[in-house]
């Protein structure tokens, strides 16, 4: 039937067309989510509470950060010899040997081994209430590498730790 070959033409060139627009829009999306992306995060912002938690367990930065700036606020009411804690940031594979030796540092070091080329940032260590920073160069740490950030005071680093992300 020509009528009926008439009508799926132009059925299909709209196809085409909703096709055509449909593939624009979604380029156009891919575009705007590629450039959020680029822009760097260079603040690693967490919450420690009295049930020896992070509020968060992945972190992602970037080593193109000039400096790269750790927030830290305790949440929670007990007081730092009970519940203390700070963010400790070193390659994952150091984690355990780096707590331990914080553990040895012990409280007037902040849990935290002194001139320890493992650790490459920490905070001071906070009780109930309190809120601590520390900066860091983002070029010390390398796009793709596995490191973790975690909490030093004694017991803690075996649940208070997440994984820090590191992009370009
Ligand atoms: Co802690």
Redesign the pocket.
Known sequence: MPLGSTFDLTSSLESTMKLFTTSLLAAALLTTAGMAHAAPNCTIKLK?DDR?QFDLKSVTVSASCPSITIELAHVGKMPVQA????VVISATKDLSTVAAAGIKAGAAAGYVPKADARVLAATPIIGGGAKTSAKFAGKRLKAGGDYSFY?T?PG?SAI?KGKLVVTK
Do not use: A, I
């Open positions: 420690g020896m519940m203390g804690h700070n909490c005071f803690h208070m």
